[in-house]
Each structure stands twice: as structure tokens, then as C-alpha cells.
Nanobody, 126 residues
Framework: QVQLVESGGGLVQAGDSLRLSCAAS????????MGWFRQAPGKEREFVAA????????YYADSLKGRFTISRDNAANTVYLQMNALKAEDTAVYYC???????????????????WGQGTQVTVSS
């Protein structure tokens, strides 16, 4: 049974940093693309960042480049999202997702991912 468990969310002030973690089990982690998505109240889920397999080629939502960094530790079956200079508009539930190999053109599409975590709340006060 595949499980993705996010942690690290919380309430922070604008300008602070947070590091989210997603621990995976029940799958061969190194063979999966791992992504982060987020959903703010009243908004659709949106892509945040992802990397494929070795993690050498990260992908980011254009609006988040430079502030967010995705990384993965295949030995620990964990993917991370380092978020810096947080803004109020970053407030959302953050989800990690795992997907079997698919073309990189689909890296930002949620329907390309097979498994999802339960999400962790990030709240940024201004």
C-alpha cells in the first residue's frame, strides 16, 4: 500500500521560511516522479514543483522560481520543499504526489500522478 505523508506545515509570518517533507512508503521511490501541488481556499489546485527520479532536473511553477526549492533523498524515500520569503498568497494546503514515469511535458499536470498525500496546511500571515 502506497503512502505519502507530508509534514512541516504551520503558521508563519510573511518573509519566513518553511521546509515541507513528504515521506513515501510502499513504492520504489527512485522510479517515481515526485511533485508538490497546493490548493488555496476557493481556488483550484496548482502545480508548485516536481522532480523526476534522480532529482537532477527540477521543475517549478514560473511564479515560484527563486523562492521554492524541491529536493529528494532517494535513500530516505523523502521529497522536500524548501519555501523561502513566504508571502500571504502562499497560504494553502500543500500536497505531495508520486507518479510513474511519464513525459516531462506532463510534470505539472496533477492527473499524471498516481498517488497523493493528505496535505499539510501552510498559513502565512501578513
Amino acid at each position: 500500500q502506497v503512502q505519502l505523508v507530508e509534514s512541516g506545515g504551520g503558521l508563519v509570518q510573511a518573509g519566513d521560511s518553511l521546509r515541507l517533507s513528504c515521506a513515501a512508503s510502499g513504492l520504489t521511490f527512485s522510479r517515481y516522479a515526485m511533485g508538490w501541488f497546493r490548493q488555496a481556499p476557493g481556488k483550484e489546485r496548482e502545480f508548485v514543483a516536481a522532480n523526476r527520479f534522480s532529482g537532477n532536473m527540477p521543475y517549478y511553477a514560473d511564479s515560484l522560481k527563486g523562492r521554492f526549492t524541491i529536493s529528494r533523498d532517494n535513500a530516505a524515500n523523502t521529497v522536500y520543499l524548501q519555501m523561502n520569503a513566504l508571502k500571504a498568497e502562499d497560504t494553502a494546503v500543500y500536497y505531495c504526489a508520486a507518479g510513474r514515469p511519464f513525459p516531462s511535458s506532463g510534470i505539472s499536470r496533477g492527473n499524471q500522478y498516481d498517488y497523493w498525500g493528505q496535505g499539510t496546511q501552510v498559513t502565512v500571515s501578513s
